[in-house]
Protein backbone atom coordinates (compact mmCIF):
# COMPACT_ATOMS: atom_id res chain seq x y z
CA UNK A 1 0.00 0.00 0.00
CA UNK A 2 1.05 3.58 -0.67
CA UNK A 3 1.74 6.09 1.76
CA UNK A 4 -1.12 8.40 0.00
CA UNK A 5 -3.59 5.50 0.63
CA UNK A 6 -3.12 5.34 4.50
CA UNK A 7 -2.02 9.31 5.07
CA UNK A 8 -4.60 10.95 2.48
CA UNK A 9 -6.43 12.06 6.30
CA UNK A 10 -4.39 10.18 8.74
CA UNK A 11 -1.25 11.99 8.06
CA UNK A 12 -3.62 15.71 9.29
CA UNK A 13 -3.21 16.99 12.17
CA UNK A 14 -6.17 19.20 12.86
CA UNK A 15 -5.30 22.18 14.67
CA UNK A 16 -8.75 23.73 15.74
CA UNK A 17 -9.88 21.80 19.13
CA UNK A 18 -13.82 21.13 18.94
CA UNK A 19 -15.07 19.75 22.05
CA UNK A 20 -18.67 17.93 21.18
CA UNK A 21 -20.56 18.37 24.59
CA UNK A 22 -23.86 16.51 23.14
CA UNK A 23 -24.74 13.27 23.40
CA UNK A 24 -24.10 10.76 19.89
CA UNK A 25 -27.21 9.36 19.77
CA UNK A 26 -29.56 12.26 20.52
CA UNK A 27 -27.50 14.24 17.95
CA UNK A 28 -28.78 11.24 15.62
CA UNK A 29 -32.33 11.49 16.09
CA UNK A 30 -32.42 15.23 15.03
CA UNK A 31 -33.10 16.06 11.67
CA UNK A 32 -31.61 20.05 11.46
CA UNK A 33 -29.37 20.46 9.25
CA UNK A 34 -27.28 23.23 11.61
CA UNK A 35 -26.90 20.43 14.01
CA UNK A 36 -24.11 18.86 11.70
CA UNK A 37 -23.29 20.69 8.96
CA UNK A 38 -21.26 17.23 6.95
CA UNK A 39 -24.65 15.78 6.75
CA UNK A 40 -26.20 18.17 4.43
CA UNK A 41 -26.71 16.91 1.02
CA UNK A 42 -28.15 19.21 -2.04
CA UNK A 43 -29.48 16.40 -5.03
CA UNK A 44 -28.95 19.07 -7.63
CA UNK A 45 -25.32 19.54 -7.07
CA UNK A 46 -24.61 15.54 -6.61
CA UNK A 47 -21.01 14.83 -7.07
CA UNK A 48 -20.93 11.38 -9.27
CA UNK A 49 -17.31 10.81 -10.81
CA UNK A 50 -16.69 8.69 -13.68
CA UNK A 51 -14.65 5.53 -12.79
CA UNK A 52 -13.50 2.73 -14.98
CA UNK A 53 -15.84 -0.21 -15.10
CA UNK A 54 -13.59 -2.91 -14.97
CA UNK A 55 -11.45 -1.62 -11.92
CA UNK A 56 -15.08 -1.37 -10.27
CA UNK A 57 -16.10 -4.65 -10.97
CA UNK A 58 -12.47 -6.67 -10.18
CA UNK A 59 -11.45 -4.49 -7.43
CA UNK A 60 -12.91 -5.86 -3.38
CA UNK A 61 -12.41 -5.02 0.46
CA UNK A 62 -9.90 -1.87 1.13
CA UNK A 63 -8.67 -1.63 -2.53
CA UNK A 64 -12.38 -1.30 -4.05
CA UNK A 65 -13.07 1.44 -1.41
CA UNK A 66 -10.02 3.50 -2.23
CA UNK A 67 -10.69 3.61 -5.48
CA UNK A 68 -14.55 4.81 -4.97
CA UNK A 69 -13.30 7.26 -2.37
CA UNK A 70 -9.67 8.58 -3.97
CA UNK A 71 -11.91 10.51 -6.66
CA UNK A 72 -13.91 12.32 -4.21
CA UNK A 73 -11.21 13.12 -1.62
CA UNK A 74 -9.86 15.19 -4.17
CA UNK A 75 -12.82 16.70 -5.07
CA UNK A 76 -13.08 17.76 -1.43
CA UNK A 77 -9.55 18.67 -0.91
CA UNK A 78 -9.60 19.90 2.35
CA UNK A 79 -11.66 21.15 5.47
CA UNK A 80 -12.93 24.01 3.74
CA UNK A 81 -14.30 21.71 0.86
CA UNK A 82 -15.92 19.03 3.61
CA UNK A 83 -18.50 22.42 4.21
CA UNK A 84 -18.50 23.51 0.61
CA UNK A 85 -18.32 20.69 -1.83
CA UNK A 86 -19.19 18.38 0.54
CA UNK A 87 -23.27 18.96 0.45
CA UNK A 88 -23.05 17.76 -3.05
CA UNK A 89 -22.21 14.30 -1.89
CA UNK A 90 -25.03 11.57 -1.33
CA UNK A 91 -25.45 9.94 2.23
CA UNK A 92 -23.91 6.89 1.32
CA UNK A 93 -20.49 8.84 -0.04
CA UNK A 94 -20.72 10.42 3.06
CA UNK A 95 -20.35 7.03 5.15
CA UNK A 96 -17.91 6.50 2.87
CA UNK A 97 -15.62 9.80 3.09
CA UNK A 98 -15.89 10.47 6.61
CA UNK A 99 -15.43 6.32 8.28
CA UNK A 100 -11.96 6.62 6.61
CA UNK A 101 -11.21 9.41 8.87
CA UNK A 102 -11.70 6.40 11.85
CA UNK A 103 -9.99 3.57 9.91
CA UNK A 104 -6.46 5.36 8.65
CA UNK A 105 -5.93 7.15 12.04
CA UNK A 106 -6.90 3.93 14.34
CA UNK A 107 -5.16 1.40 12.63
CA UNK A 108 -2.50 3.69 12.86
CA UNK A 109 -2.27 4.76 16.22
CA UNK A 110 -5.94 3.68 18.05
CA UNK A 111 -8.60 5.68 19.06
CA UNK A 112 -6.13 7.69 21.45
CA UNK A 113 -4.43 8.93 18.12
CA UNK A 114 -8.03 9.64 16.71
CA UNK A 115 -9.08 11.73 19.20
CA UNK A 116 -5.41 13.57 19.94
CA UNK A 117 -5.61 14.48 16.33
CA UNK A 118 -9.08 16.46 17.02
CA UNK A 119 -11.05 14.04 14.55
CA UNK A 120 -13.66 13.95 17.25
CA UNK A 121 -16.08 17.01 15.49
CA UNK A 122 -16.50 14.17 12.66
CA UNK A 123 -18.36 11.60 14.97
CA UNK A 124 -21.84 12.26 14.71
CA UNK A 125 -21.33 12.29 10.55
CA UNK A 126 -19.59 8.98 11.21
CA UNK A 127 -21.73 7.41 13.13
CA UNK A 128 -24.74 8.51 10.63
CA UNK A 129 -22.96 7.28 7.69
CA UNK A 130 -22.15 3.82 9.98
CA UNK A 131 -25.58 3.50 10.19
CA UNK A 132 -27.19 4.27 6.94
CA UNK A 133 -25.05 1.43 5.90
CA UNK A 134 -26.70 -0.61 7.82
CA UNK A 135 -23.39 -1.34 10.18
CA UNK A 136 -25.01 -0.87 13.84
CA UNK A 137 -22.37 -2.80 15.35
CA UNK A 138 -19.48 -0.32 14.33
CA UNK A 139 -21.50 2.55 14.94
CA UNK A 140 -22.05 1.71 18.59
CA UNK A 141 -18.67 1.29 18.93
CA UNK A 142 -17.39 4.69 17.83
CA UNK A 143 -19.93 6.19 20.29
CA UNK A 144 -18.23 4.38 22.86
CA UNK A 145 -14.94 5.49 22.07
CA UNK A 146 -16.58 9.05 21.74
CA UNK A 147 -18.03 8.74 25.43
CA UNK A 148 -14.74 7.85 26.27
CA UNK A 149 -13.30 10.57 24.77
CA UNK A 150 -15.38 13.08 26.54
CA UNK A 151 -14.75 11.65 29.85
CA UNK A 152 -10.95 11.77 29.34
CA UNK A 153 -11.24 15.34 27.49
CA UNK A 154 -9.05 16.92 29.67
CA UNK A 155 -6.43 14.94 29.55
CA UNK A 156 -6.11 14.53 25.78
CA UNK A 157 -6.63 18.55 25.55
CA UNK A 158 -3.19 18.56 27.61
CA UNK A 159 -1.59 16.64 25.69
CA UNK A 160 -2.01 18.30 22.43
CA UNK A 161 0.07 21.46 24.17
CA UNK A 162 2.84 19.16 25.33
CA UNK A 163 4.11 17.20 22.01
CA UNK A 164 5.25 13.96 21.17
CA UNK A 165 5.68 12.98 24.65
CA UNK A 166 2.88 14.05 26.16
CA UNK A 167 0.76 11.77 23.36
CA UNK A 168 3.01 8.99 23.92
CA UNK A 169 2.01 9.25 27.45
CA UNK A 170 -1.57 9.14 26.26
CA UNK A 171 -1.21 5.35 25.77
CA UNK A 172 -0.25 5.27 29.63
CA UNK A 173 -2.93 7.49 31.12
CA UNK A 174 -5.97 6.16 29.02
CA UNK A 175 -5.47 2.52 28.72
CA UNK A 176 -9.17 2.00 28.96
CA UNK A 177 -9.16 2.80 24.28
CA UNK A 178 -6.75 -0.34 24.17
CA UNK A 179 -10.45 -2.61 24.31
CA UNK A 180 -11.82 -0.64 21.95
CA UNK A 181 -8.95 -0.74 19.34
CA UNK A 182 -9.14 -4.54 19.90
CA UNK A 183 -13.01 -4.73 19.04
CA UNK A 184 -12.23 -2.01 16.21
CA UNK A 185 -9.72 -4.67 14.55
CA UNK A 186 -12.01 -7.46 14.93
CA UNK A 187 -14.85 -5.71 13.34
CA UNK A 188 -13.04 -3.50 10.80
CA UNK A 189 -12.94 -6.07 8.01
CA UNK A 190 -16.97 -6.61 8.04
CA UNK A 191 -17.27 -3.13 8.22
CA UNK A 192 -15.65 -2.82 5.24
CA UNK A 193 -17.66 -5.40 3.50
CA UNK A 194 -20.67 -3.39 4.42
CA UNK A 195 -19.49 -0.46 2.97
CA UNK A 196 -18.96 -2.36 -0.38
CA UNK A 197 -21.96 -4.01 -0.28
CA UNK A 198 -24.07 -0.87 -0.04
CA UNK A 199 -22.06 0.68 -2.91
CA UNK A 200 -22.64 -2.22 -5.17
CA UNK A 201 -25.94 -2.26 -4.64
CA UNK A 202 -25.95 1.63 -5.24
CA UNK A 203 -23.50 2.31 -7.55
CA UNK A 204 -25.16 4.94 -9.67
CA UNK A 205 -24.98 6.74 -5.74
CA UNK A 206 -21.20 7.00 -6.20
CA UNK A 207 -20.17 7.07 -9.60
CA UNK A 208 -20.64 6.62 -13.72
CA UNK A 209 -18.93 4.57 -15.42
CA UNK A 210 -16.10 6.23 -17.93
CA UNK A 211 -18.59 6.90 -20.91
CA UNK A 212 -20.49 8.71 -18.34
CA UNK A 213 -23.47 6.02 -18.19
CA UNK A 214 -24.59 4.28 -14.88
CA UNK A 215 -23.73 1.35 -14.24
CA UNK A 216 -25.25 -2.16 -15.70
CA UNK A 217 -24.86 -4.17 -12.67
CA UNK A 218 -27.16 -6.90 -14.39
CA UNK A 219 -24.24 -7.56 -17.09
CA UNK A 220 -23.18 -11.23 -17.84
CA UNK A 221 -19.86 -11.66 -19.69
CA UNK A 222 -16.31 -10.21 -20.50
CA UNK A 223 -15.40 -6.94 -20.19
CA UNK A 224 -12.31 -6.67 -22.42
CA UNK A 225 -9.78 -3.11 -22.14
CA UNK A 226 -6.85 -2.52 -25.29
CA UNK A 227 -4.11 -0.09 -25.41
CA UNK A 228 -5.06 -0.74 -29.20
CA UNK A 229 -6.89 -2.93 -31.27
CA UNK A 230 -4.85 -5.86 -31.23
CA UNK A 231 -2.99 -5.11 -27.92
CA UNK A 232 -5.17 -6.70 -24.81
CA UNK A 233 -4.75 -4.88 -21.92
CA UNK A 234 -7.39 -6.38 -19.86
CA UNK A 235 -10.50 -9.82 -19.67
CA UNK A 236 -12.61 -9.49 -16.93
CA UNK A 237 -15.30 -11.54 -16.41
CA UNK A 238 -18.51 -10.43 -15.16
CA UNK A 239 -21.37 -11.86 -13.88
CA UNK A 240 -24.30 -9.60 -12.28
CA UNK A 241 -22.21 -7.11 -11.35
CA UNK A 242 -19.32 -8.88 -9.72
CA UNK A 243 -16.37 -10.43 -11.19
CA UNK A 244 -16.18 -14.59 -11.14
CA UNK A 245 -13.68 -16.53 -13.19
CA UNK A 246 -10.39 -15.41 -14.03
CA UNK A 247 -9.03 -12.19 -14.52
CA UNK A 248 -6.37 -11.13 -16.52
CA UNK A 249 -3.86 -8.25 -17.40
CA UNK A 250 -1.11 -7.62 -19.89
CA UNK A 251 1.61 -5.06 -20.77
CA UNK A 252 1.65 -3.55 -23.46
CA UNK A 253 4.18 -5.85 -24.95
CA UNK A 254 1.85 -8.99 -24.46
CA UNK A 255 3.43 -10.50 -21.64
CA UNK A 256 1.52 -11.29 -18.79
CA UNK A 257 0.50 -8.63 -15.73
CA UNK A 258 -1.38 -9.58 -12.87
CA UNK A 259 -3.89 -13.32 -12.71
CA UNK A 260 -6.13 -13.41 -10.16
CA UNK A 261 -8.91 -16.10 -9.49
CA UNK A 262 -12.48 -14.80 -8.76
CA UNK A 263 -15.58 -16.39 -7.27
CA UNK A 264 -18.88 -14.41 -6.86
CA UNK A 265 -16.64 -11.42 -6.67
CA UNK A 266 -14.00 -12.53 -4.10
CA UNK A 267 -10.78 -13.03 -4.61
CA UNK A 268 -9.70 -17.04 -4.26
CA UNK A 269 -6.43 -18.07 -2.82
CA UNK A 270 -4.22 -17.60 -6.21
CA UNK A 271 -2.94 -14.11 -7.02
CA UNK A 272 0.02 -14.01 -9.27
CA UNK A 273 1.56 -10.50 -10.57
CA UNK A 274 4.25 -10.16 -13.27
CA UNK A 275 7.04 -7.59 -13.77
CA UNK A 276 7.18 -6.62 -17.68
CA UNK A 277 9.80 -9.14 -19.10
CA UNK A 278 7.51 -12.02 -18.24
CA UNK A 279 8.91 -13.06 -14.52
CA UNK A 280 6.85 -13.91 -11.48
CA UNK A 281 6.88 -10.42 -9.45
CA UNK A 282 4.68 -11.78 -6.68
CA UNK A 283 1.80 -14.27 -5.66
CA UNK A 284 -0.33 -15.65 -2.83
CA UNK A 285 -1.01 -19.25 -2.45
CA UNK A 286 -1.98 -20.96 0.39
CA UNK A 287 0.34 -21.91 3.47
CA UNK A 288 1.22 -24.63 6.06
CA UNK A 289 -0.36 -22.68 8.40
CA UNK A 290 -3.79 -24.05 8.17
CA UNK A 291 -5.19 -20.27 8.36
CA UNK A 292 -2.57 -18.32 7.09
CA UNK A 293 -1.63 -17.67 3.20
CA UNK A 294 2.05 -17.44 1.82
CA UNK A 295 3.00 -14.17 0.23
CA UNK A 296 5.68 -14.54 -1.90
CA UNK A 297 7.76 -11.62 -3.58
CA UNK A 298 10.75 -11.98 -6.37
CA UNK A 299 13.07 -9.98 -7.66
CA UNK A 300 13.43 -8.92 -11.54
CA UNK A 301 15.81 -11.78 -12.14
CA UNK A 302 13.52 -14.08 -11.13
CA UNK A 303 14.99 -14.96 -7.74
CA UNK A 304 12.64 -14.92 -4.55
CA UNK A 305 12.75 -11.47 -2.71
CA UNK A 306 10.61 -12.56 0.65
CA UNK A 307 8.02 -14.72 1.54
CA UNK A 308 5.90 -13.96 4.20
CA UNK A 309 2.59 -15.17 6.16
CA UNK A 310 -0.77 -13.40 7.04
CA UNK A 311 -3.82 -14.74 8.80
CA UNK A 312 -5.79 -11.44 7.94
CA UNK A 313 -4.97 -8.16 6.45
CA UNK A 314 -3.14 -7.43 10.08
CA UNK A 315 -2.08 -10.24 11.81
CA UNK A 316 1.42 -11.89 10.53
CA UNK A 317 2.53 -15.17 11.54
CA UNK A 318 5.26 -17.94 10.97
CA UNK A 319 8.06 -18.06 9.44
CA UNK A 320 9.11 -14.51 7.67
CA UNK A 321 12.33 -14.86 5.41
CA UNK A 322 14.17 -12.00 3.15
CA UNK A 323 16.92 -13.21 0.62
CA UNK A 324 19.55 -10.96 -1.64
CA UNK A 325 18.69 -10.80 -5.63
CA UNK A 326 21.79 -12.94 -5.60
CA UNK A 327 19.94 -15.72 -3.76
CA UNK A 328 21.67 -15.84 -0.46
CA UNK A 329 19.33 -15.49 2.17
CA UNK A 330 19.25 -12.05 4.34
CA UNK A 331 17.51 -12.70 7.15
CA UNK A 332 14.73 -14.90 9.10
CA UNK A 333 12.52 -13.70 11.28
CA UNK A 334 8.91 -14.99 13.09
CA UNK A 335 6.10 -14.30 14.34
CA UNK A 336 5.00 -15.85 17.47
CA UNK A 337 1.28 -15.26 19.39
CA UNK A 338 1.93 -11.98 17.57
CA UNK A 339 5.04 -11.21 18.69
CA UNK A 340 8.42 -10.43 16.42
CA UNK A 341 11.28 -12.03 16.50
CA UNK A 342 14.96 -11.83 14.71
CA UNK A 343 16.55 -15.24 14.40
CA UNK A 344 19.29 -14.81 12.15
CA UNK A 345 20.71 -12.07 9.70
CA UNK A 346 23.36 -12.59 6.90
CA UNK A 347 25.75 -10.39 4.81
CA UNK A 348 25.35 -10.52 0.74
CA UNK A 349 28.47 -12.62 0.93
CA UNK A 350 27.04 -15.30 3.11
CA UNK A 351 28.71 -13.60 6.44
CA UNK A 352 26.33 -14.50 9.26
CA UNK A 353 26.25 -11.68 11.52
CA UNK A 354 23.69 -12.76 13.48
CA UNK A 355 22.82 -16.21 14.95
CA UNK A 356 19.98 -17.42 16.99
CA UNK A 357 18.38 -13.91 18.45
CA UNK A 358 22.12 -12.42 18.90
CA UNK A 359 24.35 -10.37 17.09
CA UNK A 360 23.26 -7.52 13.90
CA UNK A 361 20.29 -6.90 12.66
CA UNK A 362 20.22 -4.96 9.57
CA UNK A 363 16.91 -4.33 7.23
CA UNK A 364 16.32 -2.17 4.36
CA UNK A 365 12.93 -2.14 2.82
CA UNK A 366 10.81 0.81 0.85
CA UNK A 367 7.11 2.21 2.76
CA UNK A 368 6.41 3.85 -0.58
CA UNK A 369 8.09 4.96 -3.60
CA UNK A 370 10.54 7.60 -2.63
CA UNK A 371 11.59 6.61 0.64
CA UNK A 372 14.41 3.71 1.58
CA UNK A 373 14.45 2.80 4.98
CA UNK A 374 17.42 1.07 7.05
CA UNK A 375 18.02 0.03 10.24
CA UNK A 376 21.09 -1.82 12.07
CA UNK A 377 19.92 -2.93 14.99
CA UNK A 378 22.53 -5.02 17.79
CA UNK A 379 20.14 -7.77 19.29
CA UNK A 380 21.34 -10.46 22.63
CA UNK A 381 18.87 -13.09 23.15
CA UNK A 382 15.98 -11.68 20.64
CA UNK A 383 16.11 -8.29 22.39
CA UNK A 384 17.52 -4.89 21.35
CA UNK A 385 20.80 -4.35 22.95
CA UNK A 386 23.53 -2.24 22.29
CA UNK A 387 23.39 0.66 19.64
CA UNK A 388 20.80 1.33 16.98
CA UNK A 389 20.56 2.93 13.78
CA UNK A 390 17.79 4.26 11.36
CA UNK A 391 18.56 5.90 8.11
CA UNK A 392 16.15 7.55 5.67
CA UNK A 393 17.33 7.05 2.10
CA UNK A 394 20.91 7.00 3.91
CA UNK A 395 20.81 9.94 6.09
CA UNK A 396 20.79 9.14 10.04
CA UNK A 397 16.94 9.55 10.84
CA UNK A 398 17.44 8.21 14.67
CA UNK A 399 20.42 6.48 17.20
CA UNK A 400 19.55 4.41 20.14
CA UNK A 401 21.24 3.08 23.15
CA UNK A 402 19.67 0.01 24.14
CA UNK A 403 19.98 -2.92 26.74
CA UNK A 404 17.96 -6.02 27.03
CA UNK A 405 15.29 -4.53 24.81
CA UNK A 406 14.74 -1.05 27.24
CA UNK A 407 16.33 2.87 25.93
CA UNK A 408 19.19 2.68 28.52
CA UNK A 409 21.27 5.74 27.61
CA UNK A 410 21.20 8.68 24.24
CA UNK A 411 18.67 8.69 21.64
CA UNK A 412 18.81 11.11 19.45
CA UNK A 413 16.92 12.00 16.50
CA UNK A 414 17.26 13.88 13.78
CA UNK A 415 15.49 15.99 11.03
CA UNK A 416 15.86 14.90 7.31
CA UNK A 417 18.94 17.48 6.72
CA UNK A 418 20.53 15.83 9.01
CA UNK A 419 20.47 18.13 11.97
CA UNK A 420 19.92 17.09 15.53
CA UNK A 421 16.76 17.59 16.74
CA UNK A 422 16.11 15.94 20.00
CA UNK A 423 18.40 14.23 22.53
CA UNK A 424 16.74 12.38 25.16
CA UNK A 425 18.73 10.45 28.22
CA UNK A 426 16.97 7.02 29.40
CA UNK A 427 17.56 4.75 32.23
CA UNK A 428 16.64 0.95 32.08
CA UNK A 429 13.77 2.57 29.62
CA UNK A 430 12.87 5.66 31.96
CA UNK A 431 13.18 9.04 31.12
CA UNK A 432 16.07 11.34 32.69
CA UNK A 433 16.30 14.42 30.59
CA UNK A 434 15.22 15.86 27.51
CA UNK A 435 16.89 18.15 25.39
CA UNK A 436 15.59 19.80 21.97
CA UNK A 437 17.23 21.77 19.52
CA UNK A 438 15.84 24.50 17.19
CA UNK A 439 16.70 25.21 13.53
Known amino acids: MTKTKKTLFGGLLITAITILTMNIFNLFGQNKQQDDPYWEFDKTKHFRPKLNRGEFFKLTGFDFGWFVLEPISEFIQDRKGE ?33 YNDYGMYVPTIIKGLKHIGDNKMAELVN ?20 LDAFSNLYKEITDFDELDDEYYKLNEQTMKNIENYIRK ?31 K ?9 VSGTYKSYYENGNPKEIIEYLNGEQEIERIEF ?33 EIYVSRYDRDGKW ?24 CWKEDGTQIMKDG ?32 SYNNDKLSLYQEMAFGKE ?32
Open 83 to 115: LTKGNTLSYGQKALYYWWYVDAQVTNGGFTQFY
Open 234 to 242: EVIPVSNGV
Open 144 to 163: RSYELYLKENKKIKDARKGG
Open 202 to 232: NPNEFCLDEDGNEFDMSFVGELKTFYSPDKP
Open 321 to 344: IQYYPNGQMKSETEFINKEFFVQN
Open 275 to 307: YENGNKKFSISKSDNPKGYLHSHFYENGNLKST
Open 408 to 439: NGITKSYDENGNLTEETLYENGNEISRKKFKD
Open 358 to 389: TGLYINEYSPWEGLIQRTEQEYLNFKRHGKQY
